[in-house]
């Protein structure tokens, strides 16, 4: 007897469009005619999961859900799961939280399941969320729950809700698991608590590549001296006779890069030619384009830069801004525009680069090209790409145009009101720069060095003694 019926029909008939679901569709009709009755429901799960699986849209999936509820399916767990996950899948959070409010129930495999279809949709936030409530139903905890819940909290900066993950953990021991412990590695040191990501890594009793790595990473990103502590790692994993992938050598990359270790970072680059990792990855040879130029061996850098096969607008960034950092605004200039004509679309920080370099050159036509270019485009530019224009326009003796720039910005930080109150000093309009800095109080923003050394040459240009000898910050508040 075939058991297809006319709402699944429909579907095909609608869909005859779609391949890939007309063909699941057709397996279907087939799977559930040569089924006995006995097993009939669980082929019908099975290829309702299928179809779920390879849903092209959103249309697609309603249909479906109809189907589902058609034979009755609308209670099943398996199917349920499958359903939910890809309604996350399209971005439907609110049909997709139905489906699990009304399958809910105390197996754990499928609560992971949900935490996992979630994280891969990007709701973070959701999976934050379902995660308390299974620790309220006190069902239990696994790794999986606990590892796809700090990935979240590392997503969203959730600090202190990861710690209370780690508390989790602890007590269902399973801080023990390498895939939690690199978990908790990796939250630990993206907020800079270096030391609480090393205890994390040392209660991990089995440590793989993965685990190695997450800590290399970790003293990667907090830099200063921990960076040091990166290779230290790496010596430790290799008399664990471990073999670094390719994120282990990019991690060492950028701890030399941030160590000025040009000795180290050729160590690194020699393995990997040898090992044959990272030939063509974009990113190895990015970081090590950083690496080399923070190093000062800037002919190594353009060597590099040279052979990519395809060069993106993040490696183009790394040499442009190299150039800028070791005083070579002209070859940065020249960069930018070989970048524009190889047909690369210039991001923000290409385009502040750009703007800086012609700053440095004092070349008010490239500046005020670049410029022309991102009101055609319609960029929005950011604050470090408008206090670079300001930057550019007041070094070009263009006063009128900085001020204008400046006046419009609606958000403003330290480094913005420096670059005016330089701007207006270079000019010689020294009381613009005090009446500036009054404005910067005003809005609370507090100086830094920089700040201090224009108001007191500003005080010089005045002559005003009283104000080169008192406290600026104090001062400049009783004019307000």
Same mark, same amino acid.
């Given at each position: ?19 890939? *679901? ?17 097993? @009939? ?5 099975? %290829? ?25 399916? /609308? ?12 309604y996350?899948?399209?971005g439907? #959070? ?10 809910? !129930?105390?197996?754990?495999? #499928?609560? !992971? ?5 979630? $994280? ?11 995660y308390?409530?299974?620790?309220e ?7 999986? /729950?606990?590892? $796809? ?24 021991? #399973?801080?023990r ?6 978990? =908790?590695?990796? *939250? ?6 270096? +030391? ?65 270790? =040009?000795?180290? /970072?050729?160590?690194?680059? &020699? ?16 970081s ?20 990519? %096969? ?6 183009? !960034? ?14 940065? *200039? ?6 524009? @004509?190889? %047909? ?11 703007? =800086?370099?012609c ?13 022309s ?9 950011? *604050?470090?790409?408008?206090?670079? #224009? ?6 070009? !003796?263009?006063?009128? @145009?900085?001020? +204008? ?35 910067m ?26 104000? &080169?000898?008192?406290?600026?910050w ?7």
């Amino acid at each position: 007897m075939n058991v297809l019926s006319s709402g699944v029909r429909s579907v095909l008939h609608k869909t005859h469009k779609i391949p890939c *679901l007309k063909a699941h569709f057709q397996c279907f009709c087939h799977s559930t005619r040569e089924a006995g009755s006995h097993s @009939q429901a669980s082929y019908i799960s099975e %290829n309702f999961a299928s179809c779920l699986e390879n849903c092209p849209d959103f249309l697609s999936l309603r249909k479906l859900h109809a189907c589902i509820f058609a034979y009755g399916l /609308g209670n099943s767990i398996f199917v349920g799961s499958k359903l939910l996950n890809c309604y996350a899948k399209f971005g439907l #959070l609110a049909e997709s939280r139905w489906v699990f409010d009304r399958i809910i !129930n105390d197996k754990l495999s #499928l609560w !992971n399941s949900i935490l996992v279809g979630y $994280f891969r949709s990007g709701y973070f936030d959701e999976v934050l969320r379902r995660y308390s409530s299974l620790r309220e139903r006190k069902i239990g905890l696994d790794s999986s /729950g606990i590892t $796809f819940g700090l990935k979240s909290c590392v997503e969203l900066g959730s600090l202190e809700f990861g710690r209370g993950i780690h508390v989790d953990a602890f007590k269902f021991g #399973l801080s023990r698991d390498r895939f939690v412990g690199s978990s =908790l590695i990796g *939250l630990y040191a993206k907020h800079g608590d270096i +030391e609480d990501a090393s205890k994390a890594f040392d209660e991990i009793s089995e440590r793989d590549v993965v685990v190695y790595t997450s800590m290399i990473t970790g003293y990667a990103q907090v830099g200063d001296h921990c960076a040091y502590e990166a290779f230290v790692v790496a010596r430790d994993m290799q008399k664990e006779q471990l073999d670094p992938n390719r994120v282990t050598l990019v991690s060492l990359v950028q701890a030399a890069a941030q160590l000025e270790a =040009l000795e180290e /970072g050729r160590l690194v680059h &020699g393995y990997a030619i040898r090992r044959g990792i990272g030939c063509s990855d974009e990113v190895f040879e990015t970081s090590l384009m950083d690496m080399y130029i923070k190093c000062g061996a800037t002919r190594m850098a353009s060597c590099i830069f040279g052979k990519m %096969n395809a060069r993106t607008v993040m490696s183009w !960034n790394v040499v442009i801004a190299g150039h800028l950092q070791m005083g070579q605004p002209l070859e940065a *200039l020249d960069l930018f525009y070989l970048m524009v @004509q190889d %047909n690369t679309v210039p991001d923000l920080i290409t385009l502040a680069n750009g703007i =800086l370099s012609c700053a440095s050159l004092e070349y008010l036509r490239g500046g005020k090209s670049i410029h022309s270019y991102t009101i055609r485009a319609g960029v929005q530019l950011d *604050l470090v790409a408008t206090t670079a #224009l300001i930057d550019m326009y007041s070094k070009c !003796n263009d006063l009128i @145009q900085a001020r +204008e720039l400046f006046d419009r910005m609606e958000e403003r930080d330290v480094i913005s009101f420096n670059v005016m109150m330089a701007g207006f000093l270079q000019n010689g309009f020294a009381y613009l720069a005090i009446d500036t800095y009054c404005k910067m109080a005003g809005a609370g923003i507090r100086p830094n060095p920089g700040t201090i050394l224009i108001i007191l040459s500003a005080s010089s240009d005045l002559k005003d003694i009283r104000l &080169g000898r008192w406290d600026p910050w104090t001062y400049i508040k009783t004019w307000v």
